[in-house]
C-alpha cells in the first residue's frame, strides 16, 4: 500500500504569549526562522525551521471556532505539542482515500494567514483527521497554494539539519502499528525490544527524511513511564538533527539553557542530549547527532 502522506509539514505547539516564545526560540535557542508572525481564523502563530519541516508557535486569539478549539487545549494541558501536519501528494486524493478506508477525515477548507509585518496572504488547504485513526496523535493534512519556502532557513546557530522523528507514546504498539499502515499507509522499518534496557519497546516508522517513533511502555518505571501515566498517548517529543552535538550544547550552555549531558540514542550511530522543557516552553526537544 502506497503511504498517503510524502513527509512532515510542520510541528504545532501551543504557547500562551507568541512574541515571547518566538524571542525565545530564534534567539536564546539558535532555531532560525521559518515564517514570521501572522493572523488566523482565531489564532496567532509564528514558525521556526528544522531544515526539513517547521516547528508552528500557536496562540489563540479572537472567538473563532478554531481559536476556541486550541483555547480549550492550552488550558487543559498547558503549552507544548499539540499537533502533526503532514504533506500528502494530493490532498484531495488523500481525503478520499481515506474517507474510502472508513477515516474520519475533515473536507479540506481553505484558510488564509496574513502576515503581520507586510499584509502577505498565504494560504493553505487542510484536512484533520480524527485521532481514532492515528493512535495517540492530533494530525491534519496540509497542502499550500504555492510551494512553501522558509523565510530564512539555513542551520541558525543551532547549526539544525532537519527533523529526525517525532516521539509518540502509544498504549498498544502492534495495534498502533497496525492502523498506521492501514489508515495511512506508513510501514514501520525497525523495530526494538526494550533498547538500553529501557523500559519500552519502539517501532520507528520512515516518513521523507524524517520518522515516526512509537513507543509503548513496558515497565513500570522510568522517566517514560512517568511522563506517560501523567500525558497519556500522544506527542512526546521530537528529535532534531544537529551539525555537532557537543557544539550546539555548548553553545546553549552559553546561553543559560539547561541541557543534558550527550549519550547514546537507542538507534545505532547516534547520540543525543535534551534540553529541559523549562527553557522550550513545554517542548521536549532531543537534539540528535548522526555519523
Known amino acids: 500500500m502506497k503511504p498517503l502522506v ?10 500562551r504569549d507568541l512574541d515571547v516564545t518566538l524571542e525565545r526560540y ?23 525551521w528544522l531544515g526539513n519541516a517547521s516547528l508552528e508557535l500557536l496562540h489563540p486569539e479572537g472567538g473563532a471556532p478554531a ?3 486550541f483555547r480549550r487545549a492550552l488550558e487543559t494541558r498547558g503549552e507544548g505539542l499539540f499537533l502533526v501536519a503532514f504533506e500528502p501528494a494530493g490532498i484531495d486524493s488523500a481525503v478520499d482515500a481515506l474517507k474510502d478506508r472508513g477515516v474520519r477525515v475533515m473536507e479540506p477548507p481553505v484558510r488564509p494567514v496574513i502576515a503581520a509585518q507586510t499584509g502577505d496572504v498565504r494560504r493553505f488547504r ?19 497554494d504555492s510551494p512553501f519556502i522558509p523565510q530564512e532557513g539555513g542551520p541558525g546557530k543551532l547549526k539544525v539539519k532537519k527533523l529526525d522523528h517525532i516521539v ?3 498504549e498498544d504498539l502492534e495495534d498502533a502499528l497496525r492502523l498506521w499502515e492501514r ?13 538500553l534496557g529501557a523500559g519500552f519497546k519502539v517501532a520507528r516508522l520512515p516518513i521523507g527524511e524524517s520518522f515516526l517513533e512509537l513507543v509503548q511502555p513496558v515497565a513500570r518505571e522510568g522517566r ?5 501515566q501523567e500525558r497519556g498517548e500522544g506527542i512526546f517529543s ?24 550527550p549519550e547514546a540514542s537507542i538507534w545505532p550511530g547516534a547520540r543525543l542530549a535534551r534540553i529541559n522543557h523549562e527553557h522550550t516552553h513545554g517542548v521536549s526537544i532531543q537534539l540528535i547527532e548522526r555519523k
Not at 126 to 138: H, Q, R, V
Not at 224 to 228: A, K
Open 6 to 15: 510524502r513527509r512532515v509539514d510542520h510541528v504545532v505547539v501551543l504557547v
Open 26 to 48: 530564534t534567539g536564546r535557542l539558535g532555531f532560525p526562522l521559518s515564517w514570521s508572525k501572522g493572523a488566523g481564523e482565531g489564532w496567532e502563530s509564528a514558525a521556526v
Open 67 to 69: 481559536g476556541d478549539f
Open 126 to 144: 487542510t484536512a484533520f483527521i480524527s485521532s481514532g485513526f492515528t493512535p495517540g496523535l492530533n494530525c491534519f493534512l496540509c497542502e499550500y
Open 168 to 170: 509518540i507514546a502509544t
Open 183 to 195: 489508515n495511512l499507509g506508513l510501514k514501520p522499518d525497525a523495530s526494538l525490544e526494550r533498547p
Open 224 to 228: 517514560f513511564y512517568e511522563r506517560f
Open 238 to 261: 521530537i528529535s532534531v538533527e544537529v551539525e555537532d552535538l557537543e557544539e550546539s550544547v555548548g553553545f546553549l550552555r552559553g546561553k543559560g539553557i539547561k541541557v543534558s549531558d
